[in-house]
């Protein structure tokens, strides 16, 4: 089983930049594939961004494609999301996920989130 912890959250303005980070322990991350998903408040989670397990694949939502970046390094055992230009809209708590990579499915782990308020 993998645990998961989210930082870097915090507040900003509109325009500016965060970058996010999910450290793994309990198991290698190398072995699975990464998610960010938000929800904000009174609001269901929504999928930000996804990266296989090697790296070589990604996919954003719509609302964040060109803004925001996904990457990882499986030596550090981190998965993190780069935002920028950021909007009122995208005020939510933060979501780090796991899955096992080439098992279909959902995501199996989840992290504790991480606050993003961002002010207009």
């Known amino acids: 089983q993998v645990q998961l912890v989210e930082s870097g959250g915090g507040l900003v303005q509109a325009g500016g930049s965060l970058r996010l980070f999910c450290a793994a322990s309990?198991?290698?991350?190398?072995?699975?594939?990464m998610g960010w998903v938000r929800q904000a408040p009174g609001k269901a989670r929504e999928f930000v961004a996804h990266?296989?397990?090697?790296?070589?694949?990604?996919s954003y939502a719509a609302s964040v494609k060109g803004r925001f970046t996904i990457s990882r390094d499986n030596d550090k055992n981190t998965v993190y999301l780069r935002m920028n230009s950021l909007k009122a809209e995208d005020t939510a708590v933060y979501y780090c996920?796991?899955?096992?990579?080439?098992?279909?499915?959902?995501?199996?782990?989840w992290g504790q989130g991480t606050q993003v308020t961002v002010s207009s």
């Open positions: 309990g198991r290698a991350l190398s072995t699975y594939d």
């Open positions: 990266i296989s397990w090697t790296g070589s694949m990604t």
């Open positions: 996920a796991a899955k096992r990579a080439l098992v279909a499915g959902n995501y199996e782990y």
